[in-house]
């Protein structure tokens, strides 16, 4: 590949306790389109935004053409932003003025083009866009889809050299969908802009891109063309762009281990603003591992259920590892996390575990060890303590068939 | 060593406070400047300039032309049972203009504009800010101040003069109403009092008063639509209900606070 036209660097942002971006790189090629995917609430838009200089990096740099955007003298960034255009999740619409007026203001206020060659570009590009009779409508009384319509007219009217969607397709029935996508791809191809789109519509955007970007918990975790994409074995990529768990994690309703870790910080935040104390509880299934993989599938997606069934809903209950559930009980002390762990032996001692029967020579064991979270220690450091402290609390075993009798 | 303590976070409670608000009006100073220089820097805005003429200048004139005659008519009516004691009621038509073009005038001018277009300012551009239309300009290469706050200033800064002149004119034609056409003052002597005693330094003053309470009100108005977004009291429409009291509530209390410090300057 050429040189990149977008290159972003270690780029990173907060607000306030909330890390959004924690080290982004990604390039961006010219003429080619380029999606960024990913989780919802991932840092997607600020992503576009801070490539248009709507919001400002904590830190990290941003090239252009190799030039750093945040070094740049007016007078360049001006040059530059006239090149780009950005189409915002929420059509940004300006509510007090018509359709027409709303696609023309770009070219009334930033080229000093005639009245009826404004005229004519902006009726072009309605034209295009099947936005027919509603020049003199305002944006209220419009449909969604309609509106998203005439924000993407908008911010194509001036004929963008790189052009920012985000999400141009949410809420719009399929067919419009499909409408926008094709239109996209089709003017990249005629006018051969660079295009950079947030979008969730997998596997559409495949067909639209030239080069997919998937980035997770605020980095980048995929670079590449939507075939590598499409052929990674990365479990993390795979469960995003497939929609479904990963096997290893395929239990009910059971977090993410990076969900588990964020849990525990916000947690840890919550403790040092003098918020009463919370425990965690490390389950281990001892010798799950010599078993075979689907049979220790089974067990633990039974046992999570029944160790999920006893909890409150303000715990979260996650996997650590393979043979690892952990689980984070806010407002509890030691004493009365040892008593949910007590709950818990009892609870699963009641219950058949159904494998034990089909396989008799079964025999496995569960752990509980406990740690009270104490200011300024770490995850790790809270198992280490939770490991130390574990003691067997079920034991399994296929029922002895002289007992059944 | 509790009181101590207690002292100290006292003091320095303050300070933030202190600090905020110099910081505040730091900010509020570079906004107006920025947003008054925009208004000669090309584009030129003549039209959104005539717009917003209209709609702060010319759409008050109903409410300036209400309260004006009501205002003078008070005068008349209160100046008279005062002057009356006195002997002097021939001296009304003094009172009453002197106290329209100096003072009442140019102040309850800007407190009806606060009312009809300054709270109309505020939520205007507050709402631009929450749905993003202001960021969708800066994404055009337009300069967000220089489209939405300049046209405004230049505006205010016409009709703030204007709408002070017809309320002082039509308030002493409230005071002649009552005094002379209900009370029985002569209508030579009220109007001759009216011309004998106001001195051109009276009408400077007050035009110079309705030109600061121009800047105050706009600038606030829009300072505080145009930062909705950085408001912790509440967020989205919330939010857009605080800026716009607070634009109210901030600059109708400048406009008296200014006034009290020019009247000291030009007295």
Do not use: W
Not at chain 1, 124 to 138: A, T
Not at chain 1, 333 to 343: G, L, S, V
Not at chain 2, 43 to 61: A, C, N, R, V, W
């Amino acid at each position: 590949m050429n040189s990149p036209l977008i290159q972003l660097k270690e780029i990173k942002k907060s607000f306030g306790d909330n890390h959004v971006l924690n080290g982004i790189d990604l390039s961006i090629y010219q003429g080619k389109v380029t999606t960024i995917i990913g989780k919802s609430g991932g840092g997607k838009s600020v992503l576009l935004k801070i490539i248009i200089g709507l919001i400002r990096p904590d830190s990290g740099s941003i090239l252009f053409q190799g030039q750093p955007l945040l070094e740049m003298k007016k007078k360049k960034r001006s040059a530059l932003k006239k090149k780009i255009s950005y189409m915002f999740q929420g059509s940004a619409l300006f509510d007090s003025m018509t359709v027409f007026e709303n696609i023309a203001l770009p070219l009334k206020e930033t080229t000093s083009l005639p009245a009826d060659r404004i005229r004519k570009r902006v009726n072009g590009k309605m034209e295009q866009l099947d936005l027919y009779m509603i020049n003199n409508k305002y944006p209220s009384q419009l449909s969604g889809g309609m509106q998203k319509r005439v924000a993407l007219a908008r911010a194509l009217v001036t004929d963008p050299e790189i052009v920012l969607f985000d999400e141009p397709t949410t809420g719009l029935d399929p067919i419009r969908k499909n409408a926008v996508h094709m239109m996209i791809s089709d003017y990249q191809k005629k006018y051969g802009f660079t295009g950079v789109i947030v979008s969730h519509e997998i596997p559409d955007v495949f067909y639209l891109s030239q080069q997919i970007i998937m980035i997770n918990e605020g980095k980048t975790l995929f670079q590449g063309t939507p075939e590598e994409i499409q052929q990674t074995s990365d479990p993390a990529i795979k469960e995003f762009i497939y929609g479904f768990e990963k096997e290893t994690n395929g239990l009910v309703g059971i977090a993410l281990p990076l969900q588990g870790e964020k849990r525990f910080e916000e947690k840890m935040a919550k403790l040092k603003h003098r918020q009463p104390a919370f425990s965690l509880v490390l389950l281990t299934l001892q010798n799950l591992d010599e078993l075979n993989r689907k049979v220790s599938q089974n067990i633990l997606r039974k046992i999570v259920l029944l160790i999920k069934n006893s909890l409150r809903t303000t715990d979260t209950c996650f996997r650590y590892k393979s043979n690892r559930i952990i689980l984070i009980l806010p407002n509890t002390n030691e004493y009365r996390a040892r008593m949910t762990c007590f709950r818990l032996s009892n609870k699963i001692n009641d219950r058949e575990i159904s494998e034990t029967k089909q396989n008799p020579s079964l025999c496995f064991s569960l752990a509980a060890g406990v740690a009270e979270i104490k200011e300024n220690s770490s995850l790790e450091q809270a198992i280490t303590v939770a490991e130390s402290r574990q003691n067997i609390i079920c034991n399994f075993r296929a029922p002895n068939p002289e007992e059944e009798l | 060593m509790l009181l101590l303590d207690a002292g100290k976070n006292l003091l320095a409670g303050l300070g933030r406070a202190a600090i905020f608000q110099i910081q505040e009006m730091g900010r509020i100073a570079i906004f107006f400047f920025k947003g008054f220089f925009l208004i000669f820097s090309f584009p030129l805005q003549p039209f959104k300039i005539i717009e917003q003429t209209y709609f702060i200048g010319m759409k008050s004139i109903f409410v300036i032309c209400l309260t004006s005659t009501f205002t003078g008519m008070v005068l008349g009516l209160q100046g008279y049972y005062t002057l009356v004691k006195f002997g002097s009621e021939g001296m009304l038509g003094s009172a009453v203009a002197l106290s329209l073009i100096r003072e009442m005038g140019p102040v309850l001018t800007a407190i009806m504009v606060i009312g009809r277009a300054g709270s109309a300012m505020a939520a205007e551009i507050g709402i631009m800010r929450i749905s993003e239309q202001i960021d969708a300009l800066e994404t055009m290469d337009i300069n967000p101040l220089q489209f939405l706050v300049s046209p405004r200033i230049a505006a205010s800064l016409v009709s703030f003069p204007l709408l002070t002149a017809l309320f002082d004119v039509i308030g002493i034609y409230g005071g002649y109403l009552t005094g002379s056409v209900l009370l029985g003052i002569g209508k030579g002597i009220y109007f001759s009092r009216v011309e004998s005693s106001v001195q051109m330094e009276d009408i400077t003053g007050g035009f110079i008063k309705s030109i600061v309470f121009a800047i105050v009100v706009v600038t606030i108005c829009c300072f505080r639509g145009y930062f909705t977004h950085t408001r912790t009291e509440g967020f989205g429409a919330k939010g857009v209900s605080f800026s716009t009291t607070s634009a109210v509530v901030v600059s109708s209390v400048l406009v008296l606070v200014t006034d009290y410090i020019l009247t000291s300057f030009l007295l």
